[in-house]
């Protein structure tokens, strides 16, 4: 079964880190591009950041360059998303996401096909 678990999320202050992290199970991760989205009370769900299959590539909103970071762990099964230096406007439930990405050399916020349930990031003072 095509299973993406969401942990990490939390109540934290302006300037902050955490550290998201989501674990795959059920299919070959290696083969798939996996994306970060958030969405916030209210709002549309956007794209946060993406990689390629490979990890070669990756992408950000412009909300969030330099501050968060993507990476993957293939062989354990596991995505993160670090982000520092968080912003009020950073809350939203986060969610990873995943779609068939195999020989593609760049991601984006397109349609993504699996989704895990997200979890709670809240920036407050």
């Known amino acids: 079964q095509f299973t993406l678990v969401e942990s990490g999320g939390g109540l934290v202050r302006p300037g902050d880190s955490l550290r998201l992290s989501c674990a795959a199970s059920?299919?070959?991760?290696?083969?798939?591009?996996i994306g970060w989205f958030r969405q916030a009370p209210g709002k549309e769900r956007e794209g946060v950041s993406c990689?390629?299959?490979?990890?070669?590539?990756?992408e950000y909103a412009d909300s969030v360059v330099g501050r968060f970071t993507i990476s993957r762990d293939n062989g354990q099964k596991r995505l993160y998303l670090q982000m520092n230096n968080l912003k009020p406007e950073d809350t939203g439930v986060y969610y990873c996401?995943?779609?068939w990405g195999y020989g593609k050399g760049y991601c984006d916020f397109g349609s993504y096909d699996d989704w895990g349930q997200g979890t709670q990031v809240t920036v407050s003072s």
């Open positions: 996401a995943a779609t």
């Open positions: 990689i390629t299959a490979s990890g070669g590539s990756t």
């Open positions: 059920g299919f070959t991760l290696d083969y798939y591009a």
